[in-house]
């Protein structure tokens, strides 16, 4: 039975959340239709684009993606601090960039005089928008809306174009968010779609390792900003070489379809992790398969458990096996 959204994020427990979405048709969102032969290899370009385009509207930063011929992976961060920051202004400023908003939210982005209970009818409603703008269900939504009108029109067809939810898993510790994020790197690679991260089209790999290339860190996703210290800037807290050649390494020991090793000098990030390369290669191939609502060690689960009120969760044996050390 699907579980109620609201016991599935707790931002006291983490702001990090693995997504995913999946077509109900037959027909593909992207890719090329065996039946039919037609290519909707752009349709990949339109979720990407939208994608990055809602992670600088939301308070919420887009830390890995790929899009799949009929789903698309996501790893959000959420930043409700930010989202508290923002003015009046600058909330109504985004808001607007996705819908109309009220007649109200319009006449003051004119600069029109507002009456003092016109101000205190705004003010409640710009608390919603706020609330909205670093909810995952209102991007996933938005992305997803967008997405299927756009593909709807293009087959000149109505209907549901996803499944009615998106799978939702909260990542609770480092461990947890960089294997899903390596995991959803490499998909196209385990779906034999592309041979390397660099030559993965529409994924964030592709757009980190581009970057690397020229000494640089992509703008539109959350920033690797180095190892642990104090007065750390915002941002996943590794190197992002380290990061790539993990990826890359793992990468093809999966590609030979073997259980593989990842050489000790190639993988500083398992060290600091506290993981071992048997563990790391079974987290970013069956991510999904081990762990349902959220991934963690067995102490980050049983403490979400309680916050979320759950009776159960699936995976804490495997948390056990694959995270013990981390």
Partial sequence: MPQPRKTQISLIDTPYYHCVSRCVRRSFLCGEDKFTGQ???????????????????????????????????????????????????????????????????????????????????????????????????????????????????????????????????????????????????????????????????????????????????????MRFVGNHRQDMSKGIAYNLIDYCELVDCTGKCIREDKAGHIEHHNSPILERLGLNSEQWLTLTTEFEKHFNIAVGSEHMLQQFKQHTDHKRIRGMEKARILLQHA
């Fill in 39 to 221: 290519s909707y290899e752009h349709r990949r370009g339109w979720v990407e684009e939208r994608l990055l385009f809602l992670g600088s509207v939301f308070a919420i930063d887009i830390c890995a993606y790929a899009v799949m011929s009929n789903h698309t992976h996501v790893v959000l961060c959420v930043d409700k601090d930010m989202a508290d920051s923002w003015s009046m202004k600058e909330v109504i400023k985004r808001w607007h960039l996705l819908y109309q908003g009220t007649l109200l939210s319009q006449k003051y982005r004119r600069g029109g005089t507002l009456s003092k209970s016109e101000i205190i009818s705004l003010e409640e409603t710009v608390t919603i928008y706020r609330q909205r703008l670093f909810d995952i269900s209102w991007l996933m939504r938005n992305l997803n809306e967008y997405i299927a009108r756009e593909a709807n029109k293009e087959d000149g067809c109505t209907g549901r174009f996803w499944e009615g939810r998106f799978k939702s898993q909260a990542l609770l510790d480092e461990s947890a968010v960089l294997a899903c994020m390596a995991y959803v790197d490499l998909n196209p690679i385990r779906a034999k779609m592309n041979r390397t991260p660099e030559t993965s089209k529409y994924t964030s790999i592709q757009q980190r390792i581009h970057s690397l290339i020229k000494g640089e860190q992509p703008r539109k996703l």
